[in-house]
């Protein structure tokens, strides 16, 4: 059963730079140019009148664009859940400029050891994570740990907690790595390991979309019964202000937007796109995190109910959906 027809998540790439190179991330490789604020006013009004709630300001790495924080302050002011994950090298300088403007900051760590970290990340960036946290605690604000968890780091996840996550009352989000295209992520995650991370996600102060690990143990997405709901769940802009669908990874067709968001979504050849969702040969075996979770949001399935109790934990924790309730 659908729950809701509209889009509610716009993952909008500000540009697709970036001052690191992570071995699990292949957008920081391709030219980009950045948005423009007056691109992002016009398509924030389109975005509502579409049924959007939450903008994704990402990259890339999203602090490298010089007015991310009044493209923020848009979103924000306009009544969205804004939220942006970030390396942390760039956030204690933009600190002050981005208060009370970002409603879910995450900061990208995956490991308690700096030289593994730095190692998976192909920069020198574990200092600015820890410099992050105590910017942003002094600051007021309630960041998140971002933890991409690998088959090499599981063993981190008890420290990380532990020196981290504890002693800063922060959040732990477990982030299940995932492949797409040709990037490579290792070996996956075995049934005993997906078990502990399961229980690790019920601990206090973390948040697991158990979903994930659902989809993982039944092989991923399948286009003859698709959970996959990218295409009609979330939109995705692209910094040339285009249109991408069925979602980034995939990307088989741009629509250049020109001044009319709304317009381009509802098209023919945009709607004819929307219903080969998760039904693309490529979308078999698909587990991409950042569309199954609003993909999980919108359908009542085994998905659905395994992804809710983790979803109502950090809505709660974090207090975001009071900024849902006058939207």
């Not at 398509?43 to 009044?70: A, S, W, Y």
């Not at 923020?72 to 859940?81: I, K």
């Not at 979903?211 to 993982?216: D, K, P, Q």
């Not at 669908?245 to 509802?266: D, M, R, V, W």
């Amino acid at each position: 059963m659908r729950l809701r027809s509209k889009p509610v998540l716009c993952n909008y790439y500000v540009t697709y730079r970036c001052n690191a190179k992570c071995s699990f991330c292949d957008i920081w490789e391709k030219p980009s140019p950045y948005i423009t604020p007056e691109d992002v006013q016009q398509n924030l009004r389109d975005l509502k009148r579409l049924g959007v709630r939450v903008i994704d300001f990402t990259g890339g790495e999203p602090l490298l664009h010089r007015q991310i924080d009044q493209l923020l302050g848009m979103a924000h002011d306009m009544g969205f859940v804004t939220t942006l994950t970030t390396n942390g090298m760039l956030y204690p300088k933009l600190a002050a400029r981005l208060k009370g403007k970002v409603d879910m900051l995450h900061f990208s760590l995956d490991a308690a050891d700096k030289e593994q970290h730095d190692a998976g990340r192909g920069v020198a960036c574990f200092d600015f994570v820890m410099e992050s946290i105590e910017v942003a605690k002094a600051l007021g604000e309630r960041p998140d740990i971002l933890f991409t968890v690998f088959k090499d780091n599981l063993h981190q996840l008890e420290e990380v907690y532990q020196k981290i996550i504890l002693p800063n009352k922060l959040l732990l989000i477990l982030n299940p790595a995932f492949a797409y295209n040709a990037v490579a992520t290792g070996a996956q995650l075995s049934d005993e390991e997906l078990s502990y991370i399961t229980a690790f996600g019920r601990r206090r102060q973390v948040y697991l979309n158990e979903g994930f690990i659902a989809l993982r143990r039944d092989g991923g997405n399948h286009v003859a019964n698709p959970v996959c709901k990218a295409a009609s769940t979330t939109l995705v802009i692209s910094p040339e202000n285009e249109l991408v669908l069925p979602c980034y990874h995939l990307g088989t067709k741009s629509f250049p937007i020109n001044g009319n968001l709304y317009e381009a979504y509802q098209s023919q050849e945009v709607t004819a796109l929307k219903q080969q969702e998760g039904r693309l040969p490529a979308c078999e075996g698909c587990t991409i995190n950042c569309y199954m979770q609003p993909s999980f949001a919108v359908e009542v399935n085994k998905y659905f109910w395994k992804a809710l109790p983790g979803t109502l934990k950090y809505n709660y924790l974090k207090g975001t959906w009071k900024r849902l309730l006058p939207f």
